[in-house]
């Protein structure tokens, strides 16, 4: 069974770094894609950017370019989303995703992650 | 801004069918994927490719695809489809992914 397992839910204040992680189990990690995918208070879906942890080729979406670092570690096949200073602006749920190596869909979702914000 | 448009809301009487679009000018070069969110749960998939259904999803759903606009049809909703849905497709540089501004489908 595909699985993405997601970190627990952060709470941090303004200016604090954070790293979450996204765990994958059921497949082989190596040969799939993995996004990430914000989604703010009430909002809808935001693509954020995605890594193939087979040689760690990276895309970041235009908006998040510079604002976050993706990352992976494929001898634990765990994906990681950074932020070296958070701000209010970055509380949201964030979810991990796959995506087969022909970018045909995202087929399986993580959990989420809620990251918050707040002084 | 998001490169794929959605009606914000629709509504759809139990049993009767419902038709969701996605606008883009990149549906015209791929194929839009379609995701059910229902609230405080993730995503799941419902449809992607030219009309393909994941395992565990019932056979009301169906979608299809015409020119710069790809749809998601619902044929006899239930209760339990109330929920918000997203189409995604690659943006026009064909190396990064969106998704549209989603619809909130409500059974009544």
């Known amino acids: 069974e595909v699985q993405l397992v997601q970190s627990g839910a952060e709470v941090k204040k303004p200016g604090e770094s954070l790293k979450i992680s996204c765990k994958g189990s059921g497949y082989s990690f190596t040969s799939y894609w993995i996004g990430w995918v914000r989604q703010m208070p009430g909002k809808g879906l935001e693509w954020m950017g995605i890594?193939?942890?087979?040689?760690?080729?990276?895309r970041y979406s235009p908006s998040f370019q510079g604002q976050v670092t993706i990352s992976a570690d494929k001898s634990i096949s765990t994906a990681y989303l950074q932020w070296s200073s958070l701000k209010a602006s970055d509380t949201a749920m964030y979810y991990c995703?796959?995506?087969?190596?022909?970018?045909?869909?995202?087929?399986?979702w993580g959990q989420g992650t809620l990251v918050t914000v707040s002084s | 801004s998001s490169e794929l448009t959605q009606d914000p809301a629709v509504s759809v009487a139990l049993g009767q069918t419902v038709r969701i679009t996605c606008q883009g000018d990149t549906l015209r070069s791929y194929y839009a994927s379609w995701y059910q969110q229902k609230p405080g749960q993730a995503p799941i998939l419902v449809i992607y490719?030219?009309?393909n259904r994941p395992s565990g999803i019932p056979d009301r759903f169906s979608g299809s695809s015409s020119g710069n606009t790809a749809s998601l049809t619902i044929t006899g909703a239930q209760a339990e489809d109330e929920a918000d849905y997203y189409c995604n497709s690659r943006d026009s540089s064909g190396n990064h992914y969106v998704f549209g501004t989603g619809t909130k489908v409500t059974v009544l």
């Open positions: 490719g030219k009309n």
């Open positions: 890594i193939y942890p087979g040689d760690s080729d990276t």
């Open positions: 995703a796959r995506v087969p190596s022909g970018w045909e869909t995202i087929d399986y």
